[in-house]
């Protein structure tokens, strides 16, 4: 199960980063349409193309460039953009690469391989006005922050759900383990997992991540209380315990991590 976990992980991480490379790309691709300037690849990846796109050539394996050859006689580079309208092909071939780990655009007359090349041509990307230019470069990023803006109105439209207060695990030695009980609970010794954290210090607890603030903020050298409600049990039971100090945050820690289960708290 770890194995499976950790390739879903994996896969999540590499859709979201394509999609964050698609929208900074894609900031920088409507840029320089917008400029003028002759967009020659959009692409997601680097290395070879797993499959590409252009208009008049369709959907190649690999590179469609070959099949441009075949039906022109001549390269991408080779046709100006009158002989493209004549031929209706477009001028950009789309593809998705074999390394996941970032993508470009190639403009006329931008090479990163060879900074100093220059094309003189009318719409290369060194024939562009300066301010064109400025606009083209930053326009990535400024994709980026509205495609931020744009998740974050998003997630607090629809809510946002964080793990409920069951504890998943107590850790042995730790103060959670050593908890005693008081009132109703007396006799009873250490917190349990499944137990759900109703409060802390009097203070209600609506999620797991409330329960990690209230006792890492919790008074040092001061006995903290906490109220759970256990399967079984009638009404809740509360505990107390001395927080200590983990070595690893440097914040008070009373040994207890989240259930690894789909139990959540809603924001509603």
Do not use: C
């Not at 796109?53 to 690999?62: H, P, S, V």
């Not at 990307?125 to 326009?139: C, G």
């Amino acid at each position: 199960m770890d194995i499976l976990a950790d390739g879903f992980n994996i896969l999540i991480f590499i859709i979201g980063f394509g999609l964050l490379i698609f929208v900074h790309e894609l900031g920088h691709f409507m840029a320089a349409k917008w400029a003028g300037i002759r967009t020659e690849a959009f692409a997601i990846g680097f290395g070879s193309p797993i499959v590409a796109w252009r208009k008049g050539i369709g959907f190649t394996l690999g590179s469609g460039n070959r099949r441009l050859k075949e039906r022109t006689g001549r390269g991408p580079r080779e046709l100006d953009d009158a002989e493209l309208r004549r031929l209706d092909i477009g001028e950009t071939e789309y593809s998705i690469r074999w390394l996941p780990l970032g993508g470009f655009v190639r403009m006329l007359g931008q090479d990163d391989l060879a900074p100093a090349s220059r094309d003189s041509g009318e719409r290369s990307f060194n024939s562009t006005p300066v301010w064109k230019r400025m606009i083209v470069v930053s326009a990535g990023v400024i994709m980026n922050l509205i495609f931020a803006a744009i998740l974050f109105v998003i997630a607090f439209s629809i809510g946002v759900r964080f793990e409920a207060p069951v504890i998943g695990t107590v850790v042995p030695g730790m103060p959670a383990s050593l908890a005693t009980g008081i009132g109703d609970a007396e006799g009873e010794v250490g917190l349990r997992s499944g137990d759900r954290i109703v409060t802390l210090d009097q203070e209600p607890v609506e999620t797991f991540i409330d329960a990690q603030i209230g006792v890492a903020m919790a008074r040092p050298d001061e006995l903290l209380q906490i109220q759970v409600l256990r399967e079984g049990t009638e009404g809740p039971l509360e505990f107390q315990m001395m927080p200590q100090k983990s070595e690893g945050s440097g914040l008070l820690s009373v040994g207890i991590l989240p259930a690894a289960s789909t139990t959540l708290a809603g924001s509603d």
